[in-house]
Protein backbone atom coordinates (compact mmCIF):
# COMPACT_ATOMS: atom_id res chain seq x y z
CA UNK A 1 0.00 0.00 0.00
CA UNK A 2 1.34 3.90 -0.83
CA UNK A 3 -0.07 6.80 -0.69
CA UNK A 4 -2.04 8.36 -3.69
CA UNK A 5 -1.36 12.18 -4.83
CA UNK A 6 -4.57 13.49 -7.08
CA UNK A 7 -4.60 15.49 -9.78
CA UNK A 8 -5.94 19.31 -9.50
CA UNK A 9 -8.63 19.87 -11.93
CA UNK A 10 -9.60 23.66 -12.37
CA UNK A 11 -12.83 24.48 -14.53
CA UNK A 12 -14.97 27.56 -14.05
CA UNK A 13 -17.88 25.85 -12.26
CA UNK A 14 -15.78 24.77 -9.58
CA UNK A 15 -15.65 26.15 -5.93
CA UNK A 16 -12.57 27.95 -4.72
CA UNK A 17 -12.29 26.96 -1.24
CA UNK A 18 -13.96 23.02 -0.63
CA UNK A 19 -11.06 21.11 -2.11
CA UNK A 20 -8.46 23.24 -0.43
CA UNK A 21 -10.38 22.60 2.82
CA UNK A 22 -10.42 18.89 2.30
CA UNK A 23 -6.57 18.79 0.92
CA UNK A 24 -5.26 20.91 3.89
CA UNK A 25 -3.86 23.55 1.78
CA UNK A 26 -4.70 27.22 1.27
CA UNK A 27 -7.09 28.60 -1.95
CA UNK A 28 -5.18 30.31 -4.40
CA UNK A 29 -8.44 32.11 -5.20
CA UNK A 30 -8.84 30.08 -8.36
CA UNK A 31 -11.50 27.32 -8.75
CA UNK A 32 -10.89 23.92 -7.63
CA UNK A 33 -13.42 21.72 -9.80
CA UNK A 34 -12.13 18.20 -9.06
CA UNK A 35 -9.58 16.08 -7.80
CA UNK A 36 -8.66 13.16 -9.75
CA UNK A 37 -7.45 9.70 -7.75
CA UNK A 38 -7.13 7.42 -10.89
CA UNK A 39 -4.68 6.33 -13.92
CA UNK A 40 -6.77 8.18 -16.47
CA UNK A 41 -4.01 9.29 -18.83
CA UNK A 42 -4.96 12.80 -19.05
CA UNK A 43 -4.77 13.52 -15.58
CA UNK A 44 -3.47 10.83 -13.82
CA UNK A 45 -2.79 10.54 -10.04
CA UNK A 46 0.75 9.78 -8.66
CA UNK A 47 2.63 6.88 -6.49
CA UNK A 48 5.83 8.79 -5.01
CA UNK A 49 6.02 10.82 -8.32
CA UNK A 50 5.37 8.43 -10.61
CA UNK A 51 2.37 8.41 -12.77
CA UNK A 52 -0.28 5.89 -11.51
CA UNK A 53 -0.97 4.66 -15.29
CA UNK A 54 2.80 4.13 -16.40
CA UNK A 55 3.01 2.38 -12.48
CA UNK A 56 0.18 0.39 -13.50
CA UNK A 57 1.64 -0.53 -17.09
CA UNK A 58 4.94 -2.14 -15.69
CA UNK A 59 2.71 -3.52 -13.35
CA UNK A 60 -0.24 -5.08 -14.35
CA UNK A 61 -0.89 -7.89 -12.26
CA UNK A 62 -1.25 -5.60 -9.28
CA UNK A 63 -4.79 -4.70 -10.97
CA UNK A 64 -6.16 -8.40 -10.40
CA UNK A 65 -7.10 -10.97 -12.67
CA UNK A 66 -10.56 -10.77 -12.67
CA UNK A 67 -10.13 -7.52 -13.57
CA UNK A 68 -7.49 -7.48 -15.86
CA UNK A 69 -9.71 -10.14 -18.36
CA UNK A 70 -12.62 -7.84 -17.88
CA UNK A 71 -11.10 -5.05 -19.05
CA UNK A 72 -7.62 -5.22 -19.91
CA UNK A 73 -4.45 -3.99 -18.49
CA UNK A 74 -5.97 -0.56 -17.23
CA UNK A 75 -7.79 0.56 -14.16
CA UNK A 76 -11.27 0.21 -14.33
CA UNK A 77 -12.26 3.25 -12.42
CA UNK A 78 -11.73 6.92 -11.46
CA UNK A 79 -12.14 8.33 -8.31
CA UNK A 80 -12.77 11.93 -8.14
CA UNK A 81 -13.73 14.88 -5.66
CA UNK A 82 -15.87 17.16 -7.50
CA UNK A 83 -17.14 20.56 -6.12
CA UNK A 84 -19.27 22.69 -7.99
CA UNK A 85 -20.25 26.65 -7.19
CA UNK A 86 -22.66 26.29 -10.14
CA UNK A 87 -24.20 24.07 -12.48
CA UNK A 88 -22.38 21.68 -15.68
CA UNK A 89 -23.38 21.27 -18.76
CA UNK A 90 -26.30 19.36 -19.55
CA UNK A 91 -25.35 16.09 -20.26
CA UNK A 92 -25.57 12.31 -20.87
CA UNK A 93 -22.80 9.65 -21.16
CA UNK A 94 -22.70 6.34 -23.34
CA UNK A 95 -23.00 2.39 -23.22
CA UNK A 96 -20.14 0.70 -23.31
CA UNK A 97 -21.41 -0.32 -27.04
CA UNK A 98 -21.79 2.81 -27.96
CA UNK A 99 -18.45 4.48 -26.76
CA UNK A 100 -16.65 1.99 -28.76
CA UNK A 101 -18.71 2.49 -31.72
CA UNK A 102 -18.29 6.07 -31.91
CA UNK A 103 -14.26 6.26 -30.87
CA UNK A 104 -13.90 3.92 -33.70
CA UNK A 105 -16.02 5.98 -36.06
CA UNK A 106 -14.28 8.89 -34.97
CA UNK A 107 -10.82 7.76 -35.11
CA UNK A 108 -11.47 6.28 -38.54
CA UNK A 109 -12.67 9.75 -39.92
CA UNK A 110 -9.17 11.08 -38.13
CA UNK A 111 -10.90 14.09 -35.77
CA UNK A 112 -7.84 15.25 -33.52
CA UNK A 113 -8.32 13.94 -30.31
CA UNK A 114 -8.52 17.41 -28.86
CA UNK A 115 -10.76 18.81 -31.72
CA UNK A 116 -13.79 20.95 -30.53
CA UNK A 117 -16.08 18.67 -32.42
CA UNK A 118 -14.61 15.35 -30.62
CA UNK A 119 -17.42 13.43 -28.58
CA UNK A 120 -15.62 10.52 -28.02
CA UNK A 121 -12.49 10.77 -25.91
CA UNK A 122 -12.01 7.20 -25.24
CA UNK A 123 -13.69 4.23 -26.09
CA UNK A 124 -15.48 3.36 -22.33
CA UNK A 125 -18.79 4.10 -20.93
CA UNK A 126 -19.27 6.37 -18.15
CA UNK A 127 -21.54 5.43 -15.26
CA UNK A 128 -21.00 7.44 -12.00
CA UNK A 129 -22.32 7.66 -8.73
CA UNK A 130 -22.23 10.99 -6.47
CA UNK A 131 -22.11 10.61 -2.40
CA UNK A 132 -22.66 13.98 -1.35
CA UNK A 133 -19.97 14.76 1.11
CA UNK A 134 -22.58 18.71 1.87
CA UNK A 135 -26.05 19.54 0.56
CA UNK A 136 -25.85 18.73 -3.07
CA UNK A 137 -28.18 19.73 -5.35
CA UNK A 138 -28.56 17.97 -9.20
CA UNK A 139 -30.61 17.87 -12.12
CA UNK A 140 -31.09 13.70 -13.07
CA UNK A 141 -33.60 12.56 -15.21
CA UNK A 142 -36.50 13.56 -17.36
CA UNK A 143 -39.51 14.45 -14.98
CA UNK A 144 -43.36 12.97 -16.08
CA UNK A 145 -44.39 15.23 -18.48
CA UNK A 146 -47.65 16.28 -17.43
CA UNK A 147 -45.79 17.02 -14.70
CA UNK A 148 -43.68 19.23 -16.16
CA UNK A 149 -46.54 21.32 -18.15
CA UNK A 150 -48.45 21.70 -14.32
CA UNK A 151 -45.02 23.83 -13.51
CA UNK A 152 -45.04 25.96 -16.68
CA UNK A 153 -48.46 26.40 -16.20
CA UNK A 154 -47.82 27.64 -12.23
CA UNK A 155 -45.34 30.17 -13.59
CA UNK A 156 -48.04 31.14 -15.89
CA UNK A 157 -45.94 30.51 -18.86
CA UNK A 158 -47.75 27.43 -20.63
CA UNK A 159 -49.83 29.02 -23.04
CA UNK A 160 -47.05 31.27 -24.47
CA UNK A 161 -44.84 28.55 -24.97
CA UNK A 162 -47.26 26.08 -26.03
CA UNK A 163 -45.67 25.75 -29.93
CA UNK A 164 -42.75 24.35 -27.83
CA UNK A 165 -44.17 22.47 -24.76
CA UNK A 166 -47.44 21.58 -26.25
CA UNK A 167 -46.06 17.26 -27.22
CA UNK A 168 -45.59 17.16 -23.16
CA UNK A 169 -49.37 16.77 -23.22
CA UNK A 170 -49.97 15.69 -26.39
CA UNK A 171 -47.87 12.96 -27.29
CA UNK A 172 -46.81 9.99 -24.90
CA UNK A 173 -43.65 8.81 -23.08
CA UNK A 174 -40.19 9.16 -24.72
CA UNK A 175 -41.77 10.59 -27.82
CA UNK A 176 -42.76 13.67 -26.56
CA UNK A 177 -39.96 14.62 -24.12
CA UNK A 178 -37.28 13.91 -27.32
CA UNK A 179 -39.25 15.95 -29.23
CA UNK A 180 -39.76 18.97 -26.93
CA UNK A 181 -35.97 18.76 -25.21
CA UNK A 182 -34.42 18.56 -29.28
CA UNK A 183 -36.96 21.81 -29.97
CA UNK A 184 -35.59 23.81 -27.54
CA UNK A 185 -32.13 23.56 -27.96
CA UNK A 186 -32.81 24.82 -31.32
CA UNK A 187 -34.58 28.11 -30.41
CA UNK A 188 -33.83 31.16 -32.82
CA UNK A 189 -34.88 34.13 -34.09
CA UNK A 190 -38.50 35.48 -31.61
CA UNK A 191 -38.55 32.03 -29.83
CA UNK A 192 -35.47 32.55 -28.36
CA UNK A 193 -37.22 35.18 -26.50
CA UNK A 194 -39.18 32.45 -24.86
CA UNK A 195 -36.28 31.59 -22.36
CA UNK A 196 -36.32 35.46 -21.27
CA UNK A 197 -40.29 34.62 -20.88
CA UNK A 198 -39.71 31.74 -18.17
CA UNK A 199 -37.05 33.94 -16.23
CA UNK A 200 -39.28 37.15 -16.39
CA UNK A 201 -42.06 34.42 -15.14
CA UNK A 202 -40.08 33.12 -12.61
CA UNK A 203 -38.84 36.19 -10.96
CA UNK A 204 -42.54 36.29 -9.95
CA UNK A 205 -43.01 32.82 -8.24
CA UNK A 206 -39.13 33.19 -6.62
CA UNK A 207 -40.58 33.25 -3.14
CA UNK A 208 -43.63 30.61 -3.80
CA UNK A 209 -43.96 27.44 -1.26
CA UNK A 210 -43.58 23.89 -2.57
CA UNK A 211 -43.02 22.85 -6.26
CA UNK A 212 -43.59 25.75 -8.03
CA UNK A 213 -41.57 28.37 -5.72
CA UNK A 214 -38.56 25.02 -6.56
CA UNK A 215 -38.97 25.31 -9.74
CA UNK A 216 -39.19 29.15 -10.07
CA UNK A 217 -35.80 29.26 -8.41
CA UNK A 218 -34.36 26.43 -10.60
CA UNK A 219 -34.99 28.61 -13.67
CA UNK A 220 -33.64 31.90 -11.36
CA UNK A 221 -30.42 30.06 -10.49
CA UNK A 222 -29.27 28.75 -14.45
CA UNK A 223 -30.11 32.22 -16.55
CA UNK A 224 -27.75 33.68 -13.10
CA UNK A 225 -25.08 31.38 -14.72
CA UNK A 226 -26.51 30.70 -18.95
CA UNK A 227 -28.39 33.95 -19.16
CA UNK A 228 -31.74 33.18 -21.46
CA UNK A 229 -29.96 30.50 -22.55
CA UNK A 230 -32.49 27.89 -24.37
CA UNK A 231 -30.86 25.17 -22.45
CA UNK A 232 -32.30 26.35 -19.33
CA UNK A 233 -35.95 25.08 -20.73
CA UNK A 234 -34.20 22.12 -21.58
CA UNK A 235 -32.53 21.84 -18.18
CA UNK A 236 -36.42 22.57 -16.61
CA UNK A 237 -37.23 18.85 -18.01
CA UNK A 238 -35.68 17.08 -15.51
CA UNK A 239 -35.88 16.16 -11.92
CA UNK A 240 -34.23 18.25 -9.37
CA UNK A 241 -32.69 16.04 -6.83
CA UNK A 242 -31.12 17.17 -3.21
CA UNK A 243 -28.86 14.85 -1.43
CA UNK A 244 -27.60 15.26 2.05
CA UNK A 245 -23.86 13.92 2.87
CA UNK A 246 -24.25 10.30 2.38
CA UNK A 247 -27.10 10.13 0.26
CA UNK A 248 -25.95 9.02 -3.72
CA UNK A 249 -27.45 9.23 -6.65
CA UNK A 250 -26.36 6.84 -9.78
CA UNK A 251 -26.03 7.97 -13.64
CA UNK A 252 -26.82 5.20 -15.64
CA UNK A 253 -25.47 5.61 -19.48
CA UNK A 254 -27.69 7.05 -21.35
CA UNK A 255 -29.44 9.20 -18.56
CA UNK A 256 -29.65 13.27 -19.18
CA UNK A 257 -28.10 15.07 -15.64
CA UNK A 258 -26.49 18.26 -14.69
CA UNK A 259 -25.28 18.40 -11.52
CA UNK A 260 -25.99 22.08 -9.68
CA UNK A 261 -24.02 22.68 -7.16
CA UNK A 262 -22.14 21.29 -3.88
CA UNK A 263 -19.38 19.06 -3.06
CA UNK A 264 -19.29 15.14 -3.25
CA UNK A 265 -17.03 12.07 -4.19
CA UNK A 266 -17.76 10.80 -7.60
CA UNK A 267 -17.06 7.61 -8.67
CA UNK A 268 -16.81 6.51 -12.07
CA UNK A 269 -15.77 4.06 -15.24
CA UNK A 270 -12.21 5.43 -16.35
CA UNK A 271 -14.04 7.52 -18.95
CA UNK A 272 -14.03 11.04 -19.81
CA UNK A 273 -16.83 10.48 -22.93
CA UNK A 274 -19.56 13.66 -22.51
CA UNK A 275 -22.66 13.94 -24.92
CA UNK A 276 -24.08 17.76 -24.24
CA UNK A 277 -27.09 18.63 -24.56
CA UNK A 278 -27.14 22.25 -23.61
CA UNK A 279 -25.95 24.88 -20.74
CA UNK A 280 -22.57 24.73 -22.64
CA UNK A 281 -20.55 26.76 -25.10
CA UNK A 282 -19.35 23.72 -26.22
CA UNK A 283 -19.76 21.07 -29.20
CA UNK A 284 -23.55 19.93 -28.75
CA UNK A 285 -23.98 16.95 -30.85
CA UNK A 286 -27.70 16.41 -31.62
CA UNK A 287 -27.74 13.74 -33.53
CA UNK A 288 -25.30 11.78 -31.16
CA UNK A 289 -28.12 12.93 -28.59
CA UNK A 290 -30.96 10.85 -30.18
CA UNK A 291 -28.27 7.74 -30.09
CA UNK A 292 -27.44 7.78 -26.61
CA UNK A 293 -29.98 10.12 -24.66
CA UNK A 294 -33.16 7.44 -23.19
CA UNK A 295 -35.70 9.86 -23.44
CA UNK A 296 -37.78 7.98 -20.52
CA UNK A 297 -39.62 9.93 -17.76
CA UNK A 298 -38.78 8.45 -14.28
CA UNK A 299 -39.16 8.83 -10.62
CA UNK A 300 -35.34 10.06 -9.08
CA UNK A 301 -33.98 7.68 -6.34
CA UNK A 302 -31.62 8.36 -4.08
CA UNK A 303 -29.17 5.93 -3.24
CA UNK A 304 -28.26 4.96 0.85
CA UNK A 305 -25.50 2.89 1.69
CA UNK A 306 -26.39 -0.51 2.92
CA UNK A 307 -24.83 -1.72 6.27
CA UNK A 308 -22.60 -4.61 5.93
CA UNK A 309 -20.24 -5.04 9.31
CA UNK A 310 -19.39 -2.34 12.02
CA UNK A 311 -18.50 0.76 10.25
CA UNK A 312 -18.55 -0.64 6.84
CA UNK A 313 -21.07 0.78 4.33
CA UNK A 314 -21.57 -0.48 0.58
CA UNK A 315 -23.05 1.12 -2.15
CA UNK A 316 -25.23 -0.89 -4.77
CA UNK A 317 -24.57 -0.31 -8.23
CA UNK A 318 -24.30 -2.87 -10.12
CA UNK A 319 -21.42 -1.88 -12.48
CA UNK A 320 -18.83 -4.29 -13.34
CA UNK A 321 -16.41 -1.24 -13.61
CA UNK A 322 -16.75 -0.36 -9.56
CA UNK A 323 -17.49 -1.15 -6.40
CA UNK A 324 -17.87 1.42 -3.76
CA UNK A 325 -17.87 1.34 0.54
CA UNK A 326 -18.23 4.01 3.10
CA UNK A 327 -15.73 3.19 5.95
CA UNK A 328 -16.97 4.89 9.29
CA UNK A 329 -14.93 3.40 12.37
CA UNK A 330 -13.34 0.01 13.16
CA UNK A 331 -10.98 -1.59 14.35
CA UNK A 332 -9.22 -4.57 12.65
CA UNK A 333 -11.74 -5.42 9.92
CA UNK A 334 -10.38 -6.75 6.60
CA UNK A 335 -10.95 -3.89 3.88
CA UNK A 336 -13.19 -5.76 1.58
CA UNK A 337 -12.41 -5.28 -2.61
CA UNK A 338 -9.57 -8.39 -2.41
CA UNK A 339 -8.51 -9.17 -5.78
CA UNK A 340 -8.76 -6.05 -7.09
CA UNK A 341 -6.16 -2.64 -7.04
CA UNK A 342 -8.14 -0.16 -4.51
CA UNK A 343 -8.49 3.52 -3.64
CA UNK A 344 -9.35 4.66 -0.20
CA UNK A 345 -9.57 8.23 0.08
CA UNK A 346 -10.08 10.22 3.76
CA UNK A 347 -12.67 12.82 3.98
CA UNK A 348 -12.66 13.29 7.68
CA UNK A 349 -10.79 12.44 10.84
CA UNK A 350 -8.14 9.60 10.59
CA UNK A 351 -7.56 5.86 9.94
CA UNK A 352 -5.03 3.38 10.45
CA UNK A 353 -3.77 1.04 7.66
CA UNK A 354 -2.05 -2.50 8.44
CA UNK A 355 -0.67 -4.55 5.49
CA UNK A 356 1.52 -7.56 6.69
CA UNK A 357 4.61 -5.11 8.34
CA UNK A 358 3.19 -2.32 6.66
CA UNK A 359 0.84 0.84 8.73
CA UNK A 360 0.15 3.79 6.86
CA UNK A 361 -1.95 6.34 8.34
CA UNK A 362 -4.15 8.90 6.47
CA UNK A 363 -5.98 12.30 7.68
CA UNK A 364 -8.45 14.07 6.10
CA UNK A 365 -8.16 14.95 2.63
CA UNK A 366 -5.41 11.79 1.77
CA UNK A 367 -5.44 8.68 -0.16
CA UNK A 368 -4.23 5.24 -0.49
CA UNK A 369 -3.56 2.76 -3.37
CA UNK A 370 -3.57 -0.89 -2.52
CA UNK A 371 -2.66 -3.72 -5.20
CA UNK A 372 -4.87 -6.60 -5.86
CA UNK A 373 -2.94 -9.03 -3.76
CA UNK A 374 -2.54 -7.03 -0.11
CA UNK A 375 -4.84 -7.71 2.89
CA UNK A 376 -5.48 -4.53 4.46
CA UNK A 377 -7.13 -3.84 8.01
CA UNK A 378 -7.92 -0.34 9.20
CA UNK A 379 -8.99 1.05 12.27
CA UNK A 380 -9.76 4.25 13.47
CA UNK A 381 -12.65 7.09 13.23
CA UNK A 382 -13.50 9.40 10.83
CA UNK A 383 -15.02 8.88 6.91
CA UNK A 384 -13.63 7.15 4.45
CA UNK A 385 -14.47 6.36 0.75
CA UNK A 386 -13.19 3.03 -0.84
CA UNK A 387 -13.46 1.90 -4.36
CA UNK A 388 -12.54 -1.19 -5.88
CA UNK A 389 -13.29 -2.94 -9.45
CA UNK A 390 -16.76 -4.42 -9.48
CA UNK A 391 -15.48 -7.75 -11.04
CA UNK A 392 -12.93 -9.59 -8.62
Given amino acids: MQRLQGAIQRYDWGTIDAIPELL ?83 EAAGVAPDAPERTYRDSWPKPEILIALDEFHTLSGFRDPRHT ?23 RGAAALAEVFLDVLSLDGERAELSELVCAAAMQHKDDPGEIGDFARTVIELDEVFPSDPGILAALLLNRVVLQPGEAVFVRA ?86 SARVLLVVDGTITLQAAEDTLTLGRGEAAFFSADEVVSYHGGGTSFLTASGVR
Avoid at 313 to 333: A, K, L, M, N
Fill in 149 to 171: DALFAGLGVAEQLASVIGPLTER
Fill in 254 to 339: GQMHAHLRGTGVEIMANSDNVIRGGLTAKHVDVEELLKVVEFEDETPQITTPVRVDGGLEHYPTGCDEFDVWRISGGSGTELPGAG
Fill in 24 to 106: GRPSDGRPFAEYWLGAHASAPAELDGQRLDDYLHHQPEIIGAASRARFGDQLPYLVKVLSARHALSLQAHPSREQAEEGFARE
